[in-house]
Nanobody, 119 residues
Framework: QVQLVESGGGLVQAGGSLQLSCAASGNIFRIYTMGWYRRAPGKQRELVASVTPGDSTKYADSIKGRFTISRDNAKNRVYLLMNSLKPEDTAVYYC?????????????WGQGTQVTVSS
């Protein structure tokens, strides 16, 4: 069984910063791409950022230059440092990872963590 657990969400004023963390645990053979998605009220879930095992990154245009994704392969963790937060960044943020467990490769999701940015 594989589990992703997020932490670090909360309430912050516009212009502030938060760091999200996601830890993968369980029967893990290898972790491939890890990422963060978000779902704002009334909107569809969207990709925020992703990072490959070799640290190749991809960012949504709306957060480029403000958010930084990173990972610690030894600890099976992925992070999202969010700077210069805006009210429109308010959403539930979900950790996502492609994980090989035994011989099967699957996509896993965390339970989500709320980020609220006040104006």
């Amino acid at each position: 069984q594989v589990q992703l657990v997020e932490s670090g969400g909360g309430l912050v004023q516009a212009g502030g910063s938060l760091q999200l963390s996601c830890a993968a645990s369980g029967n893990i053979f290898r972790i491939y791409t890890m990422g963060w998605y978000r779902r704002a009220p009334g909107k569809q879930r969207e990709l925020v950022a992703s990072v490959t095992p070799g640290d190749s990154t991809k960012y949504a245009d709306s957060i480029k230059g403000r958010f930084t994704i990173s990972r610690d392969n030894a600890k099976n963790r992925v992070y999202l440092l969010m700077n210069s937060l805006k009210p429109e960044d308010t959403a539930v943020y979900y950790c996502n990872a492609q994980i090989q467990s035994g011989i099967s490769l699957s996509t896993y999701w965390g339970q989500g963590t709320q980020v609220t940015v006040s104006s």
